[in-house]
């Protein structure tokens, strides 16, 4: 049957009426009508001395109109030399990689490219202004075309003590993207100078005698069981929040008096030994009750996210108990620094063990994971006495003789 008039274009109705097999339009086009009754599209041509087929849709999604538009670019792509189906297979891969270039998904592979060798910490940290901060202002930017000026808007409205890794992630990412070739090398972000001047200053620390009373005595009653033992052990070890937040039992050695920080929790990615006095053994007993048998020693209160408590709880208490501007969570390092080196005269590189400070030279790091145990484990228990006897209202008596100076 022919389905066309006497120029050889079909016409809307014979399309309508058409059957198996395939209908011609003239240069080429022509409409297959399958078995199954799918109608499509197709342009036959040659190129390189090999006759070719192109696909340009369904009928009746593509009408005969776009048909007839989509094959004349067709040839006049084989007129400039380029294969329609070549030229097809260019438009899929660029859009393919269009869609791996949005910032979101960059910057997913750029956190996994980083995380073997992050500690956890340091690898949640970086997801949470990413996925918080980041990417949901830049959900819709190729890393491929992201301006200076929209990492800037993006930067806009972060909190201050963020703002600056923030910043750093985002030149580390597109640093990523160059090395992938997701962007063009050497086109970097202009983000000096993109964030208002903030006065840092230091980390608000109780270090006066007065203050660290007023500060033991608030914890001591603070009403939350499971907060107030968490605070209680941030302020016994000085160890960083977030590790105390989700110290596990697995990780404790009640009868040893020992804690053991696996390397996956450190910044300096070394295991870190530490000391538990009396008081911090007492501590975490008491916790038993409400965590026995489960992997985290401090459990997650009442509509919390994470499967343990969140280091959120230890800030919001100590703002709730008036603290706020003058002792973080944080602080207790700087309290326990300061005043064991000031009042109990511990020797700075004994304090530097407990804290585990990540030293610069290779020699350092390996001296203070050998050297100090005995002195820690003397100078964490005087620490804990020292806090009771302030609680008390006590006096203290330095802990030179214990301790030593510096070697």
Known sequence: MVMARESGKLTALAIKNAGQGKHFDGGGLYLEVMPTGSRIWRLKYRHAGKESRATLGHFPEVGLTTARADAAKARALLRDGIAPNDAKAAKHEADRRAKGAAFPIVAAEWLADRKPGWADETHRKAAYVVDTYL????????????TTRQAVDALAGIPPSLAAKARGYLGQIVTYAMRKGLREDGRVLSLHGALPKVDKGHIPAAVDVADVRKLV??????????????????????????????????????????????????????????????????????????????????????????????????SNALRNMGFQGKHATHGFRGMFRTMARERLGVAADVLEAQLAHAKKDEIQKAYDRTAFVKERESVMQAWADYLDNLREGGNVVPLRKASGESR
């Open 135 to 146: 990417a949901p202002k830049l959900r819709r930017v190729s890393i491929t075309t992201l």
């Open 217 to 314: 005595r608030a914890v001591a009653a603070y009403p939350i069981h499971v907060t107030r033992a968490a605070l209680t052990i941030a302020m016994l070890t000085a160890q960083r929040p977030g590790t105390v937040a989700r110290m596990e039992w697995a990780e404790v050695d009640l009868e040893a008096a020992e804690w053991v920080i696996p390397p996956g929790k450190m910044k300096t990615k070394h295991a870190h030994l530490v000391p538990l006095s009396r008081q911090a053994v007492d501590t975490l007993r008491a916790m038993l009750p409400y965590s026995e048998g489960r992997q985290f020693v401090f459990p997650a209160l009442y509509r919390q996210t994470t499967p343990h408590l969140h280091r959120d709880a230890l």
